[in-house]
């Protein structure tokens, strides 16, 4: 039984930095790609960043530059780094894991709140 378990969200001040993290069990953790998404209120949920079994990593616009996204294969742990904070990245960030042939997981969310 595949389990993803999230860890880090809060609250922060615009500016400000928080760090996500996301332990897997149950299962190969390093054949997965792993992707953070967020889903603002009212709106769909939307890929922030992503790193291959490889460590190929991609990220969307609106996060370059301020979010690093990482692994580590010992741990099974997904990070997200998050710096330099806007009011607007507030939103709950689900864990994902993905594979084409094995199909895809979800964590339960954690809530980011960015305001002064």
């Known amino acids: 039984q595949v389990q993803l378990v999230e860890s880090g969200g809060g609250s922060a001040q615009p500016g400000g930095s928080l760090r996500l993290s996301c332990a897997a069990s149950g299962t190969i953790f390093g054949i997965y790609t792993v992707g953070w998404y967020r889903q603002a209120p009212g709106k769909q949920r939307e890929l922030v960043a992503a790193?291959?079994?490889?460590?190929?990593?991609n990220y969307a616009d609106s996060v370059k530059g301020r979010f690093t996204i990482s692994r580590d294969y010992a741990k099974n742990t997904g990070n997200l780094q998050m710096n330099s904070l806007k009011p607007e990245d507030t939103a709950v960030y689900y864990c994902n894991l993905d594979h084409p042939f094995r199909g895809g997981y979800w964590g339960q969310g954690t809530q980011v709140t960015v305001s002064s």
């Open positions: 790193i291959t079994s490889g460590g190929r990593t």
